[in-house]
């Protein structure tokens, strides 16, 4: 026999064997094996519900546990977000500040450049027709 031929032989063979144990201690009365076969299934499922309340109740609160300390990084990181942004948002305010700044400038010195040369080339016309 390989190994996935055993599983199946074994759990017949446990079947059969409570089958067995039921109908012996009923009598060979197959009525009374089943109603027997019952009340153990439902005192194994009573017993197993009663363990289960204190375990649900335990699963809860490490539920409630996690979500507070998973809620509690998402705060953080959310702080610790804005606060980049923030960061991020007056660096370019000043960045911005200073670009207008040396933008303005340029533009005196453009203006300041065209009003000499004006000047100059006035003086020049005005030289020809005898002014200073």
């Avoid at 079947?15 to 039921?22: E, R, V």
């Avoid at 201690?25 to 017993?47: C, F, I, L």
């Avoid at 977000?81 to 960061?87: D, F, I, S």
Wanted: hydrophobic share 35%; proline share 2%; aromatic share 8%.
């Amino acid at each position: 026999m390989s190994s996935k031929s055993k599983l199946p032989f074994a759990l017949g063979l446990t079947a059969a064997g409570g089958i067995g144990y039921y109908l012996y201690s009923a009598g060979g009365n197959t009525h009374v094996a089943k109603k027997q076969a019952e009340a153990d299934a439902y005192r194994v499922s009573s017993q197993f519900k009663s363990d289960l309340p204190g375990r649900g109740e335990e699963a809860r609160k490490d539920a409630e546990k996690y979500g507070a300390q998973a809620g509690s990084k998402v705060d953080k990181t959310i702080h610790k977000t804005e606060a980049e942004l923030k960061k991020a948002a007056a660096e370019a305010e000043a960045y911005a500040k200073e670009a207008k700044s040396a933008a303005l400038k340029k533009v005196e010195e453009f203006d300041k450049k065209v009003e000499t040369e004006a000047s100059k080339a006035k003086s020049g016309i005005s030289s020809w027709f005898g002014g200073k």
